[in-house]
């Protein structure tokens, strides 16, 4: 193999995993969207300097890697507290605080975990996501 050849797939293996387990960022109307589509929609509400949120997303981001029927089949977006903390949508669903981990199917919220960081917990919160998929 050629140098070149084996430093581009070299890169292009090392970015699969951060692409596989991208989430949408949110922005108003993107939620309305997809459960008008008729998608599971996870949210995660949090920030990137809270230390609850980044082991929530240590765990989230491990669950997908453990299971990719996660990623394919549920609609996970991330909601910036410090940005969006006032916004109808955080107001609607009456979100306390950052993070906030909420399923939503329809117009049905089907789960929250509200600064849970256990890994337990959120494989339940996330089975419940895959179940109202339909997988």
């Known amino acids: 193999m050629h140098r070149r050849s084996f430093i581009a797939l070299s890169a292009a293996a090392l970015a699969l995993p951060a692409v596989a387990s991208a989430t949408v960022h949110y922005t108003p109307g993107l939620v309305k969207k997809h459960l008008a ?3 599971t929609v996870f949210l995660v509400f949090g920030t990137e300097w809270c230390t609850t949120c980044a082991a929530q997303d240590r765990t989230i981001n491990a ?11 549920v609609t996970f977006i991330h909601v910036d507290y410090d ?11 009456k979100i306390p ?8 199917k329809g117009d049905q919220e089907l789960g929250r975990i509200v600064a849970g960081t256990s890994k337990s917990q959120i494989k339940a919160l996330m089975d419940t996501a895959l179940t109202a998929t339909g997988v």
Do not use: H, I, M
């Open 37 to 39: 589509a008729g998608d």
């Open 97 to 104: 605080r950052r993070s906030t981990l909420v399923v939503l």
């Open 63 to 73: 669950l997908k890697a453990a299971n990719p029927d996660y990623e394919t089949n």
């Open 83 to 93: 940005e969006f903390g006032q916004a109808a949508l955080t107001r609607d669903l």
